[in-house]
């Protein structure tokens, strides 16, 4: 009943008067009614949820959507500025430049390798995601380096297919350079991951990228001297059978040579496989053993030398830095074309795999490595002298090197010593008291 000033006395009959209810008031018991009723109340309740949920996923995919635009838009990855950079990097000045991608450029060999083209007058642009396997403050120093010679760096992942077809969107790549890898050996025990995903799924994330692209780049990538494995014969020849692999580390390489070859065969891509071996060198990797070696005779604390069954000192192919940049310049300027279009193939392509290891003063025992850099910092070490055991590679890497002689023209030119004195002089630049910056690795 509503209240009494709201009904109306309105005539029925002739002196008979009957209560009129306005609308309002019948629409009102309604919804009383509905309210009234516990399946309504809860239907009402359901829809709110349903209403209220759906607002804030629409926030949320606003947020998130205004946020990757105006990162990829303005200044970031896409943006105006950054292709303005991109671009500037690749450009060409010299006549028959090429222009590159390297992937892992602000690594040990990708800069050095970014830095020589770019000095030659080729158009470069480096990809790398600074992972921190070794501290990534020696690759930011690198980074500035190649920055201070025009050399622009991205910092994204070889997984990033949105970054990587960005970057074909805005220059013809004619070359890719890939170096970016998980890299080390031990590593493996602890992030196994890491190593599936840079040197297989990002390895065919890019050769997605440069199988689509309109005119196929020729690819030429790092693989490993480690994919030769437990092999006992030597010197090691590309035409042995690389087999089986003695790390996690080597197994992703020798997958990466079974995939590339897999692209190259359906897809037209050219393809060169570069199997280095131990490359050392001014702005190398803190976690090798020569520069570990160097910071602990330096500091005087004391240095493990390994030896395998029956005594017999570990050895390595010890390269020079400088000698890898040509093996790896020769190889881009002798790749040949990819054949393909936008993923399809129009003819077949080259596929070569070489070995980059050093002939002048090849395998060097760790002991021989040691008294050189007791040498060249004028201190002794204190050396321990273990038997391997456990999870160590045993390989024993002496290599033939001749294909890449006849092919590339590869003729290493710097001997251990001289490589090696070449090294400790940028360290002791590079870290002046060791002490200072110890913490970086
Ligand atoms: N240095 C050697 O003695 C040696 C020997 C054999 C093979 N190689 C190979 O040569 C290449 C270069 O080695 P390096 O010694 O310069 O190593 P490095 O670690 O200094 O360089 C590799 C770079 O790749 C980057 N990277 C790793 N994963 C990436 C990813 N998913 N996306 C983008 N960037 C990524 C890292 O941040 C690093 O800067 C590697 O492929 C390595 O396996 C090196």
Redesign the pocket.
Known sequence: MPPLEEALLVPSSPGRFKIYRPQSHIMNRAFHRCFASTTMVLLWALILIAFTASYLTFVDTGNRYLHHSSFWDHGGIGGIQWEKKVRSSAQILRADGISVLV????????THVALALKTRGDGVVG?????N??GPSL?RTRRALLEAHGVFIVD????DQRLLAKLFDTVAFTHVM??????GVRYGVDNPYSYV???VA?LVTLLEQCKCAGRQPAVV??????VYGVNNKAPFSESDPANPPASL?AST?KTGEEITHTYNRLYGLSITGL??????GPWG?PD?VYFSFTRNISEGTPITVYRVKDRVDLARDFIYIDDVVKGCVASLDTSGKSTGSGGKKKGSAPYRIFNLGNSISSPVTVPAMVRILEDSLGMKAKMDVTDVTGNVDFSFPHVNISLAQKELGYNPTTDLQSGLRKFVKWYLWYYGKPSAHLNQF
């Open positions: 992937t892992g450029a602000a690594g040990f060999i990708g990809v790398d995601n600074f992972d396997y070794y690759k994204g992942d070889i997984n890939h170096l970016a890898a998980q890299v995903h840079s040197n990002g990538w790092a693989s490993s001297g480690s580390y390489k199997r280095f071996f131990t490359v050392y990797r090798m």
